[in-house]
Antibody, heavy 119, light 108 residues
């Protein structure tokens, strides 16, 4: 069965960087892209970017462009999200989600990783 | 940039009642509209994709309809486990994604 298992919670200071991992299993890694989505406490869902599963193509929303980098490591079936220059506004649960075959939606989600930014 | 507006913000109903949730797009998204359910402390779960297709394992009481700018998620007869937050999501400009702000379905 398809599973996405994310790395554990992180606490970072303002200005630092964080890198969250998402290990995929149960399917051919290169056949699907990944979306990253975050959710601030008590808030809705916000798209953080997309990465192809086979050629490292990426797309980011303007809001975080320049601060976020998505990568994949095919040999370990793992996707990564790095966010730099953290502020308290980046405190959120970060989710990885697998792109569906038709790429119109995300069909499987990781369990989420809480990133807390605090001095 | 496409904006998705969900209504109502909160919907209070009793088990057994019918729930109707709305999602309106600021411009046409064709049928590239999905619905997710999220319970506290959990990741979102895909319910409906491409406006009207139920995802694997989703009960038949969940249905989606609409195209263009107006979409509806209907839960025909609410079960206790259906009380949650529901989000719509569009992907008309792949790979960009936009989410609605969510509708909280609460027990009356």
């Amino acid at each position: 069965q398809v599973q996405l298992v994310q790395s554990g919670a992180e606490v970072k200071k303002p200005g630092a960087s964080v890198k969250v991992s998402c290990k995929a299993s149960g399917y051919t890694f290169t056949s699907h892209g990944f979306n990253w989505v975050r959710q601030a406490p008590g808030q809705g869902l916000e798209w953080m970017g997309w990465i192809s599963g086979y050629n490292d193509n990426t797309k980011y929303p303007q809001k975080v462009q320049g601060r976020v980098t998505l990568t994949t490591h095919t040999s370990t079936s793992t996707a990564y999200m790095e966010l730099r220059n953290l502020t308290s506004d980046d405190t959120a649960v970060y989710y990885c989600a697998r792109d569906s075959g038709s790429s119109t939606h995300s069909d499987y989600w990781g369990q989420g990783t809480l990133v807390t930014v605090s001095s | 940039e496409i904006v998705l507006t969900q209504s109502p913000v909160t919907l209070s109903l009793s088990p057994g009642e019918r729930a109707t949730l709305s999602c309106r797009a600021s411009q046409s998204v064709s049928n590239y509209l999905a619905w997710y359910q999220q319970k506290p402390g959990q990741a979102p779960r895909l319910l409906i994709y491409d406006a009207s297709n139920r995802a694997t394992g989703i009960p038949a009481r969940f249905s989606g309809s609409g195209s263009g700018t107006d979409f509806t998620l209907t839960i025909s007869s609410l079960e206790p486990e259906d009380f949650a937050v529901y989000y719509c999501q569009e992907r008309n400009n792949w790979p960009r994604i936009t989410f609605g702000q969510g509708t909280r379905l609460e027990i009356k």
